[in-house]
């Protein structure tokens, strides 16, 4: 199985579960090894007092892509920490990208970034998030 396959059949694993993600309408645009990306239209039911993406929604959609990102090779990971800095509001129609990238893979830990952007490239979000190998798999080699 090549690393792109493992990916794939992690992420197929992983979403067959993911029902938060699912009910927030995110979906997968592409996963790889160390890397994920994640789509969504921003609806009223995402938007909060001031008109605008809430801040929860950018950052649950930032989560999920660095969740697919952590667990591409078929090992159970789970978030250790992560932060977030918002740079502009995601917008009623807005189509957002969030696109997770592995920096550091050093025995059970990662380190992860997420850039979250519009559909004009315009940067929503940046996201770092540190992963925690657990035991077990996604699904059986």
Same mark, same amino acid.
């Given at each position: ?49 001031? !008109? %605008?993406?809430?801040?929860? @929604? =950018? ?8 969740? *697919?990102?952590?667990? +591409? &090779? ?35 830990? !990662? %380190?992860?970034?997420?850039? @979250? =952007? ?8 940046? *996201?770092?998030?540190? +992963? &925690? ?9």
């Amino acid at each position: 199985m090549t690393p792109k396959e493992r990916a794939e059949k992690s992420a197929a694993a992983m979403w067959a579960d993911d029902h938060a993600s699912q009910w927030a309408g995110f979906e997968i645009a592409s996963v790889d090894e160390g890397q994920a990306v994640l789509e969504l239209t921003v609806e009223q039911q995402h938007c909060n007092g001031h !008109g %605008i993406c809430h801040g929860g @929604v =950018t950052f649950m959609l930032a989560d999920s892509a660095f969740a *697919f990102a952590c667990n +591409s &090779r078929n090992q159970s990971t789970v978030a250790q920490h992560n932060v977030i800095s918002y740079t502009a509001p995601g917008r009623l129609g807005d189509r957002l990208t969030a696109t997770a990238t592995e920096l550091s893979l050093t025995g059970r830990s !990662g %380190i992860y970034d997420v850039k @979250v =952007t519009n559909q004009s490239g315009a940067v929503i979000a940046e *996201f770092r998030g540190f +992963s &925690r190998a657990i035991k077990g798999t996604l699904f059986d080699e």
